[in-house]
């Protein structure tokens, strides 16, 4: 079955970086775009960074554009997203999600904390 499963959150102070990884099973990953998003408590759901199947283009939400990097390695079947200048607004619950021809799947998120 499908699969996401993120990692690299943690606590980090403002101006630090942090790197999540989301590793992909059950389909077959090169072929489909991927999408981190994140929730902060109390907020909506909010798209963060999009890369397409072969990696090629990228796009970021305005909010993150210049400090996020997200990247894939399709012979590793994982995407990444490199935060880099993390600010307080950055905490977050972080997803990462595809949409293949199964369905939309979703990870189970992984937690960043910015905080001094």
């Known amino acids: 079955q499908v699969q996401l499963v993120e990692s690299g959150g943690g606590l980090v102070q403002p101006g630090g970086s942090l790197r999540l990884s989301c590793a992909a099973s059950?389909?077959?990953?090169?072929?489909?775009?991927m999408r981190w998003y994140r929730q902060a408590p109390g907020k909506d759901l909010e798209f963060v960074a999009d890369i397409t199947a072969s990696g090629t283009t990228q796009d970021y939400a305005a909010s993150v554009k210049g400090r996020f990097t997200i990247s894939r390695d399709n012979t590793k079947n994982t995407v990444s997203l490199q935060m880099n200048d993390l600010k307080f607004e950055d905490t977050a619950v972080y997803y990462c999600r595809t949409v293949t021809r199964l369905g939309e799947f979703w990870g189970q998120g992984t937690q960043v904390t910015v905080s001094s």
């Open positions: 059950g389909f077959t990953f090169s072929n489909y775009g």
